[in-house]
């Protein structure tokens, strides 16, 4: 019985045979009995009213009637041939039309019995008729259980044309849950059970899959996902655990000379209370004797910087060197700036390390690493390159963790032992739900205030036809000694047209703005690297008062003097991205402005990330509705997403149910950290059993 009854091929399941098998195997990935039990619906159509033939209406919903299918014929087409069959109940006659599958439904179809008829209604010249309906005996009908709601299934068309529509997969299973063997133990403990007020997994299985109603079929279903989210948290709970337990870290015991130093002499503000909280939690972290592994989320423009400065102070304070990697040379180049600037009156060698640093300056740079006398490197991925050697590495701060592999990081990591510090900081937030389950085994430190004094920034939407007054405000705005970014999107596939459009609207630009009142910049991928920190240069010190470019700016630079952010082809961004980009301006104490410019077609999806960007300037409330538009997976990028595959729960529809199982789980790891007690024996066992299985557990880092 019980976990062996899970395991029943499905060939031996009884509504299968080897063929269906087979199908059921390829298409939809189901295996066992267990698979197929957990192959959940994913709603439930009312089936307990009927209506006569006389009684259709056009354009109905799906409707239900009950009478006798009098014929059925096939009707040879082109290719292949349609089912056509007369259905009759006491008020009329209609058709039922199969133009897929019809050979295999012509074997089946029940003729002269009386039968249950499901589907949408149409009407064809002046006759009604029904396309592929559900089709049920009227004596089975009645006998199933809950005939009232009829679970519906996720399928496909190979399946459907095999007589596994919905309502075939539905059958399946009814059956199944009614096999006198079906059993299985329970393994939640008792007080999960009478907390959330749960069915037994055996219950469960029965009431999602027949249910008497749809309350009893709600709970259900909640019971099953939450214990998939449940041994989700349970299993990545516990690799942190054993992660920071294997990890022996360095210890950062003191605050010393120069964080002192700079904490009360240099600093420009005073921090906000999330950086403090952050740092108080990095503090602690850093002197366990474990190794860190955490990451610092904060929206655009939040104070992160100042929080790795910090962090980079404590770690010299107690005898390591700590390096700061960018993803690309303008941004190390701007951090390197801007540390060198903070810390010009402390004893602290910084160096910076790119790919264009040349031979000859690389040379004395590599030399001070491993004699110790640099303290701080800050580079692009140069500075993880073999030939790069520090004396005592002890911390490692990444910017803007998208834009790097985990390979990347586990390089970092080789380059000390113990394994340095690491601190990920990144600025595309993602909802607290779903940094818990894809960085399940990270450490989260969020800032979720602004520095003070800070105005929202204004968004506004505006197409084509509003160009001449959008030129204007720039103006109007240069004119006040501001700085205007205009920004082009730039797609890969599609890169020649748009650097066409870059091109092109730079022209338009340099004769809207003409020389010598106004001076443009344009930056692109494709200039030397050269040329774009020539251009960058001009721009950032106030030069020229207007950049043109391509996302490139979109990571990090920052100018406190440019308050308008134009965005040319606005639909075709994703709401991070728009986000990242609207996060250049804003900066300085002036009020900002971002506008969207857009042709007028537009998608509803992009119309909805418009709106968006229009209504609220706030990162999280944004990731939301960028996980509602795009799905966990894909925000999270698909080739590091840490995202785990999920058969009967949903990141995104259950965070409730998510939020409550990993408060369950860190309840049951505290009481017993092992699970090795007797009454949570079943849980461990059920665990090991779901890890053995196909599941695949990506790590993020
Ligand atoms: P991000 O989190 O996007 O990296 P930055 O670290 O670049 O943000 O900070 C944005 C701006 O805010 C910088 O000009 C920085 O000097 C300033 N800033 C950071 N923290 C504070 C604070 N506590 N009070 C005032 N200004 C701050
Ligand atoms: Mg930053």
Redesign the pocket.
């Known amino acids: 019985m019980s976990s062996e009854f899970a395991d029943i091929p499905i060939e031996f399941v009884k509504g299968i045979g080897p063929k269906r098998a087979e199908w059921l195997r390829t298409e939809l990935n189901l295996y066992t009995a267990g698979d197929l039990l957990e192959h959940l619906p994913f709603r439930y159509e009312d089936r307990t009213s009927f209506v006569g033939v006389s009684e259709l209406i056009f354009e109905s919903t799906a409707v239900q009637l009950k009478g006798v299918i009098r014929s059925a014929q096939l009707v040879p087409m082109k290719r292949t041939s349609r089912l056509v069959a007369t259905f009759e109940d006491d008020s009329g006659k209609l058709e039922l039309v199969w133009f897929k599958g019809a050979k295999w439904i012509a074997s089946q179809i029940p003729v002269q019995q009386r039968v249950v008829v499901y589907g949408k209604p149409s009407l064809y010249k002046g006759k009604w008729n029904i396309a592929h309906p559900e089709i049920e005996l009227e004596s089975q009908f009645q006998q199933r259980n809950g005939a009232g709601l009829q679970p519906v299934y996720r399928t496909t068309e190979k399946l459907t044309q095999r007589g596994l529509a919905s309502s075939g997969i539905a059958k399946i299973l009814r059956t199944l849950v009614q096999h006198p063997e079906f059993s299985f133990p329970e393994f939640l403990p008792d007080f999960v059970l009478r907390e959330l007020n749960f069915p037994s997994r055996m219950e469960a299985f029965k009431q999602v899959h027949s249910p008497a109603n749809s309350k009893e079929a709600e709970r259900a279903r909640n019971r099953l996902k939450f214990e998939e989210l449940l041994m989700l948290q349970i299993k990545l709970l516990k690799q942190k655990q054993a992660q920071t337990q294997d990890l022996p870290g360095v210890r950062f015991e003191q605050v010393g000379a120069r964080f002192n130093a700079y904490f009360s002499n240099h600093i420009?503000?005073?921090?906000?209370d999330a950086?403090k909280r952050v740092m108080r939690e990095i503090r602690a972290d850093v002197n366990t004797g474990w190794h860190m592994n955490r990451l610092l989320q904060?929206?655009?423009?939040?104070?992160?910087?100042?929080v790795a400065l910090l962090t980079t102070l404590l770690a010299l304070d107690n005898g390591y060197q700590a390096c700061v990697m960018a993803p690309t040379e303008i941004l190390a180049n701007q951090h390197f700036e801007s540390f060198k600037e903070s810390l010009r009156d402390l004893p602290v060698r910084i160096e910076l390390l790119t790919g264009s640093v040349k031979t000859s300056k690389r040379k004395p740079i590599l030399e001070g690493l491993a004699s110790g006398s640099v303290h701080i490197l800050i580079g692009t991925h140069a500075l993880i390159e073999p030939g790069v050697v520090f004396q005592k590495l002890g911390l490692a701060v990444i910017?803007e963790q998208h834009r790097f592999g985990v390979a990347q990081r586990s390089k970092l990591w080789a380059k000390a032992k113990p394994a340095p510090h690491v601190l990920v900081?990144t600025?595309t937030p993602i909802p607290r739900t779903l940094a818990m389950t894809a960085y399940g085994d990270l450490d989260v430190s969020i800032?979720d205030e602004m520095?003070?004094?800070r105005k929202e920034i204004k968004t506004v939407h505006r197409t084509d036809a509003a160009r001449l007054s959008v030129f204007q405000f720039m103006e109007d705005e240069i004119q006040k000694g501001r700085q205007v970014y205009v920004v082009y999107p730039l797609i890969e596939e599609s890169a020649t047209l748009d650097y066409k459009d870059l091109m092109d609207g730079y022209e338009s630009l340099t004769r809207r703005f003409p020389l010598p009142t106004f001076r443009i910049g344009v930056v692109h991928g494709r200039m030397k690297p050269e040329d774009k920190d020539i251009e960058m240069e001009r721009f950032v010190s106030g030069v020229n008062q207007m950049l043109v470019a391509t996302t490139v700016i979109e990571v990090?630079v920052?100018v406190?003097n440019a308050s308008v952010m134009v965005i040319e082809s606005a639909e075709r961004f994703g709401l991070a991205q728009l986000h990242q980009l609207r996060?250049r301006v804003g900066?300085g104490a002036e009020q900002s402005y971002c506008i969207l410019m857009t042709g007028n077609e537009l998608s509803k999806d992009a119309r909805l990330r418009l709106e968006t960007m229009c209504r609220t300037n706030d990162g999280f409330e944004l990731a939301e509705v960028d996980m509602e538009l795009r799905g966990p997976g894909d925000l999270m990028g698909t080739q590091q997403s840490g995202i785990p595959d999920l058969k009967m729960a949903d990141l995104l529809k259950d965070r409730n149910l998510l939020t409550t199982a990993r408060y369950i789980a860190s309840r049951l790891l505290e009481e017993d950290p092992t699970l090795r007690n007797p009454e949570n024996a079943i849980l461990n066992e059920a665990l090991k059993r779901a890890q053995k299985g196909r599941t695949n557990w990506s790590r993020i880092s």
């Open positions: 420009p503000f005073e921090l906000t950086q904060g929206d655009v423009g939040s104070g992160k910087t100042m910017d900081m600025a800032i520095p003070p004094g990090g920052n406190p996060g900066r």
